[in-house]
């Protein structure tokens, strides 16, 4: 068994930068409301995306270039078939993680950023996606990996996702009352279990959208890019 107390310091790190991003990150989700109120809309924005940006580079890189230390749990890089099945558990996790992109002029602050409730596209299928995208993609790469460093990274996401599930949920209730819900009614956190339920359908029309060949791109980008990205990273040193 491994003890706490001997884990590497990596791992500690790791466990600190997750704590410290997940209390920037929703709490300043958490603050919207006051804090536009005081500064503006876009300018809370800016201010959010200031913060959070640069503290995600920071855990990305610091994982990429980590990501082997600890004990080695399991190793199936070898095993026939694994390398496939983790690609397309990732690009499966990005089309869950970024349908929040879509509105990129919001997210820029160019257009007024504004709280939305949807139920259409992929909140038909999870009123969450990107919790289930971070799942997704956690189980991916711990399978691929099978370090306690990434799986101590792992567990930190999910957790951090799982609780969002709450926070998120929190602040649309707040905002939107009895609207949200009678939305939450006819989705689920779970994917595809309202659709099961009959509480809601699948709209396949509605994935027939730019964004999404725009999320597509961005996947096949990144599979292209994915070596020099592990290059890259080992240039910076933390």
């Not at 920071?58 to 990501?67: A, C, E, P, S, T």
């Not at 929040?100 to 009123?127: C, D, M, S």
Request: charged share 10%; proline share 4%; glycine share 8%.
């Amino acid at each position: 068994m491994v003890m706490i107390d001997n884990w590497p310091s990596s791992h500690w790190v790791m466990v600190g930068l997750l704590i410290g991003f997940a209390i920037a990150h929703s709490g300043l989700a958490s603050l919207r409301p006051w804090g536009e109120q005081k500064i503006g809309a876009r300018l809370y924005r800016v201010g959010f995306a200031l913060v959070s940006i640069p503290f995600a580079v920071v855990l990305i890189i610091y994982f990429f270039n980590h990501r082997y230390d600890g004990i080695q749990l399991w190793q199936v890089q070898g095993v026939q078939g694994v390398r496939s099945l983790v690609w397309i558990l990732s690009a499966i996790s990005f089309l869950f993680l970024y349908p929040a992109t879509f509105n990129l002029l919001e997210i820029a602050a160019i257009a007024k950023p504004e709280v939305h409730l949807y139920e259409t596209g992929i909140i038909r299928i999870t009123r969450h996606p990107q919790m289930v995208g971070q799942v997704i993609w956690c189980i991916a790469h711990t399978l691929w990996l099978g370090t306690s460093f990434t799986l101590i990274t792992s567990l930190g996401l999910i957790l951090h996702h799982l609780f969002a599930v709450w926070n998120g949920d929190r602040r649309l209730y707040n905002r939107y009352g009895k609207a949200f819900l009678e939305a939450k009614e006819r989705t689920s956190v779970m994917p595809f279990v309202a659709i099961i339920q009959g509480r809601q359908t699948l709209e396949l029309q509605e994935f027939l959208r730019p964004s999404y060949l725009g999320v597509l791109l961005f996947i096949a980008l990144l599979w292209w890019a994915h070596p020099w990205l592990m290059q890259a990273t080992l240039k910076v040193p933390i």
